[in-house]
């Protein structure tokens, strides 16, 4: 499998929901799955917002490993690559362009955190199992997974100011990564445009998405 590293930076940062299994308190341990938002952090983690009150973080506060499995939303389900993420979940105060950003990608985030009682965790990814396709399929360390590139909250705040206002037919620009950008059409329609190389700075973004919309222009 080419590049699986960055194979699976890009099917997490496809993936706006993914199935949390945790360890059950409630039932002598066995596996508990469960539907969280998420949002990949610059360095691939993913965040999600969780009630203190739900029974997957009772698990977790208990015992920490847990296992997220995404899907690609964009591909065709029947062989769709999917990423199956194991390792060790923990609260995480995150910082206002971080919860800004998760805000922007669920916008019900902000009135969930008015209640009180939900908070944002990661998962710390020990080991991945990518699975990109028929016939390739293969194991991740987290490690290196880690030490993919990575673009600053602070770069992406200055991009979607500049890259918002070449938007058209009513569409919205919601982040920008490493690896791609995403926005929302006039419906409210989530898209996701990957980079045909991941890019860890600005001026690498601003080329990117210069000669993608070349290309669309054509």
Known sequence: MK???HLAQRVL???SHGALATLSVEQDGWPFASAVNLVAQPDGCPAFLI???AEHTRNLRADPRASLLVVDPYAPTEG???LSLMG???PVTLDAMAQARFARLHPAAEQYL???DFSFWQLRPERLRLI???GAAGWVTGSRYGHAPALSLADEARLLAELGGEMANGDTLLGVDAYGVDGCDGNGQRWRDQFNAPCASAEAVRAAWAGRRRCGED
Do not use: I
Request: charged share 25%.
């Open 3 to 5: 590049d699986p590293y």
């Open 13 to 15: 940062r496809r993936a």
């Open 51 to 53: 009630s203190g009150l």
């Open 80 to 82: 769709a690559p999917r």
């Open 88 to 90: 060790y979940a923990e």
């Open 114 to 116: 008015s209640f009180g």
């Open 132 to 134: 990109g396709g028929f």
